[in-house]
């Protein structure tokens, strides 16, 4: 009888050692999850507020898009080509390829991950 209790006991022991361990290694998962979260929501504070105190909008170039590039608030829309030249207007139907043998590409505004 008594190597009966002490085998339950083992095992009641062991179980509840696994189930601590799997609640440990779900509970840092889940802080883990809210730290990066976290992190990345100020750095998307951060990035527009840098943007606002620098008066300028952050845009992908799409020929290149290893650096984004920051442009003036002057104008709403900008567009690139391969030689990187950058023309703006407000204008979003506005195109730069009239009289132009470039090949103008509009350039999207980067949004930070």
Do not use: C, I
């Given at each position: 009888?008594?190597?009966?209790v002490?085998?339950q006991?083992?095992?009641?022991?062991?179980?509840y050692?696994?189930?601590?361990r799997q609640?440990r290694?779900?509970s840092?998962?889940n802080?883990?999850?809210?730290?990066?979260?976290?992190?990345?929501s100020?750095?998307r504070q951060?990035?527009?507020?840098?943007?606002?105190?620098?008066?300028?909008h952050?845009?992908?170039?799409?020929?290149?898009d290893?650096?984004?590039?920051?442009?003036p608030?002057?104008?709403?829309y900008?567009?690139v080509d391969?030689?990187?030249n950058?023309?703006?207007?407000?204008?979003?139907?506005?195109?730069p390829?009239v009289?132009?043998t470039?090949?103008?590409?509009?350039?999207?505004?980067?949004q930070?991950?």
């Amino acid at each position: 009888m008594r190597r009966g209790v002490m085998a339950q006991n083992l095992q009641n022991s062991t179980a509840y050692a696994e189930a601590a361990r799997q609640y440990r290694d779900w509970s840092q998962k889940n802080w883990q999850g809210v730290t990066d979260t976290r992190a990345a929501s100020q750095g998307r504070q951060n990035f527009a507020v840098r943007e606002n105190l620098g008066g300028v909008h952050t845009f992908t170039n799409p020929y290149d898009d290893r650096v984004p590039l920051e442009l003036p608030q002057t104008y709403k829309y900008f567009w690139v080509d391969r030689q990187g030249n950058v023309v703006g207007s407000n204008d979003a139907a506005a195109n730069p390829h009239v009289g132009s043998t470039g090949d103008w590409r509009q350039m999207p505004r980067y949004q930070p991950q």
